[in-house]
């Protein structure tokens, strides 16, 4: 065994005070101190066994440990590990392809790039090259899109949504191009509503403020609208084909680049390739991550036909753009997932999850609403189902003892904190995982809700 790893190996829970000092983290969701991982499951420092999830923050679509994608990077680590971004490589060449198949016509070029917020901007560098007399961007409420400089000035941390200014509203000044205007939020509209379960109001409402804001409050032309076409972070809130339509005829109408943040919707979780396969409705520029990678860091900007790209002059450049292992890793996770009929399986499991925890909502009405499509699942909880009252405190308990009943669940959501669990599990869950994550949640239910 190597020395270093003989060290990770060897280090005791008794020792990490010493070492704390030195780390500084500027974010995140505290959880159980990992060391290993295997399929779905995950080990901690003590030893005990966890079933994830969350698949890491969404980017092991195919679980930890891999043994084909470990030996397909054992053995391209042989061969290199990083060129600059200016040498050309095949494994990118092979990658671009292949995520020209598997996306919608139109979309089939590909720049590849390092983090899901400088994707983001190259994004929008991209719809300034496409509309230069325009300087304004448009994203949702309870949008998420990153905490760059300019990123933050596009997704809600950068706003009082959460009860209070959080740290990117102290750097939000900095990028006050973005215009917000209300998501499609049909369990709690951010407006009053005739009637609450109305998603065609909601829908027609949200698109009504879109067009005035463009119409009214934008001072000059809007560049870009930058969205999400699943809003993850905010809420796991599904957005209706009625909705994402209607902002691609209205981003069609008034000229302006439709950017989806496809960071987390992409490459199966929503059970197909993109958000857009699935919708049937294709924005100018996707951006993806996260799990396109298998764990290992990449990320990409896809532009369609229709518009211009960026040229080799420096205006998108990353040292680390061109990480040969990264794009085997994603390479062979995307032949893995075809081979192996991965989707169907997100569908049918996914469904089962989806159709399980509606009949738990009987039992357990404090589960206000569940929503589901695949493994992109979240439960809002409430104090009230009728009047709808988030329970902050009571989803972070969920969490809590969800590490002592050795199950790891995700939190989001907007408001006064985080109202929403998050079931979000590798792709490869089967049904009788399903099971195994059903028993351990209602045991968490039983034990926190009486």
């Not at 407006?191 to 109305?198: A, M, Q």
Request: proline share 4%; net charge neutral; glycine share 10%.
């Amino acid at each position: 065994m190597d020395t270093i790893i003989k060290q990770i190996m060897d280090f005791k829970k008794e020792e990490i005070p010493k070492y704390e000092a030195n780390l500084m983290l500027g974010g995140g969701t505290p959880g159980v101190n990992l060391v290993k991982g295997e399929n779905i499951y995950v080990y901690d420092i003590k030893g005990e066994k966890y079933l994830d999830c969350t698949s890491q923050s969404w980017a092991l679509h195919l679980g930890y440990s891999h043994p084909e994608i470990n030996q397909a990077v054992k053995e391209q680590i042989e061969l290199s590990n990083h060129f600059h971004t200016g040498f050309f490589t095949v494994p990118r060449y092979l990658l671009a392809t292949k995520i020209a198949e598997i996306f919608p016509e139109k979309m089939n070029r590909v720049m590849f790039t390092i983090g899901g917020g400088v994707s983001i901007e190259a994004a929008l560098k991209i719809a300034i090259i496409n509309r230069p007399d325009a300087h304004n961007f448009i994203s949702l409420f309870g949008g998420y899109h990153g905490t760059s400089f300019m990123t933050t000035g596009a997704s809600h941390t950068g706003t009082r949504s959460m009860g209070k200014y959080l740290g990117g509203a102290t750097i939000a000044h900095f990028s006050q191009n973005f215009i917000r205007v209300p998501a499609p939020y049909y369990y709690r509209p951010y407006f009053e509503v005739c009637n609450k379960d109305d998603r065609d109001e909601v829908d027609r409402r949200c698109l009504q403020e879109l067009e005035m804001q463009i119409k009214y409050g934008s001072t000059g032309p809007v560049a870009a609208m930058v969205m999400e076409p699943l809003q993850a972070s905010g809420g796991q809130i599904i957005f209706s084909k009625n909705y994402i339509q209607g902002v691609r005829d209205i981003c069609t109408k008034h000229n302006i680049i439709l950017i989806w943040d496809c960071i987390q919707t992409a490459f199966g979780r929503m059970g197909d390739w993109s958000a857009a396969n699935h919708y049937g409705v294709t924005p100018d520029i996707m951006v993806l991550g996260k799990s396109m990678g298998s764990g290992y860091p990449i990320n990409a900007v896809v532009v369609s036909d229709d518009i211009e790209g960026v040229k080799m002059d420096g205006i998108d450049l990353h040292t680390f753009g061109n990480n040969q292992v990264s794009q085997v890793a994603a390479l062979k996770q995307i032949e893995i997932m075809q081979r192996d009929n991965i989707l169907d399986n997100v569908k049918k499991v996914g469904g089962y999850l989806k159709d399980e925890l509606i009949k738990l909502q009987k039992d357990w009405p404090q589960m206000g609403d569940v929503r589901a499509v695949g493994f992109h699942i979240g439960v809002e909880f409430v104090k009230d189902p009728e009047t709808r009252e988030p329970d902050y405190s009571g989803v972070r308990k969920i969490r809590e003892v969800g590490f002592k009943n050795n199950i790891i669940f995700g939190l989001g959501g907007t408001g006064k904190g985080k109202a929403v669990l998050k079931i979000k599990p590798p792709l490869i869950t089967t049904k009788e995982q399903a099971d195994e994550i059903l028993e351990k949640y209602t045991k968490t239910l039983k034990e926190v809700l009486g």
